[in-house]
């Protein structure tokens, strides 16, 4: 329908989900990644864009990594 329409993001791209029963809200994504994640009002982890741009990638691998809790998901 839309010849010349281009995806804003490659279909192998990184997606996060934030396991809600592990996150404490200790912020260290936000602080790794602050485009990415952000608290919500009961101070949980939420991810802000879906799938993650290509230029983020590496900040949201080291915001999986570094989470205390292991609350950052990566989902393929």
């Given at each position: 329908?839309f010849p010349?329409?281009?995806?804003k ?7 996060v ?7 404490e809200?200790n ?5 790794i990644?602050?485009?990415i994640?952000?608290?919500d009002?009961?101070d949980y ?6 799938p993650i ?13 570094e989470?205390?809790r ?7």
């Amino acid at each position: 329908m839309f010849p010349n329409f281009q995806p804003k993001f490659k279909e192998d791209a990184v997606r996060v989900k934030v396991d809600r029963d592990r996150c404490e809200g200790n912020a260290v994504c936000v602080g790794i990644a602050p485009d990415i994640f952000d608290l919500d009002d009961e101070d949980y982890a939420v991810v802000k864009t879906d799938p993650i741009p290509a230029d983020q990638e590496d900040l949201a691998e080291q915001s999986i990594a570094e989470c205390p809790r292991a609350a950052l998901l990566r989902e393929d």
